[in-house]
């Protein structure tokens, strides 16, 4: 994947901020799920009012990506902020982390934006989650 691809889809994570659902905590989310067969798949974050329904944006994209019936992932890119204003980088959190590492290994390129013009700082799942779980 080349530096400009990669900045594209955080690019797009940035767009995708804006459909978020964030009333309670306004900070919004976007991420863009990258598969391996060149797919791609946005998600965003979703709150609800009873708070444990709420649902992080990287497990819409995994989800909406599953229910397609692909499962094979290169990179995921993360955007987020309060009122959609980026100030610093996001990563998923450990329950996302932990969704990632059931479809994609620990090669799986994590890309944070940490900037509204698309710039971000790259890791890998397993550099954020290096001992998941696993049956």
Known sequence: MTDKEKRELC??????????????????VGAVLLCRDGMVYEGCNIENSAYSPTVCA????????????VKDFSAIAVAGGHDGHVTGQITPCGVCRQVLAEFAGGDLVV???????GEYDEFTLGELLPHSFEL
Do not use: H, I
């Open 11 to 28: 690019l797009r994570a940035l767009e995708t901020m804006k459909n978020s659902y964030s009333p309670y905590s306004q900070f919004k």
């Open 111 to 117: 890309l944070a934006v940490k900037s509204c013009d």
């Open 58 to 69: 990287e497990r819409v994209a995994v989800f909406k990506a599953v229910s397609e019936g």
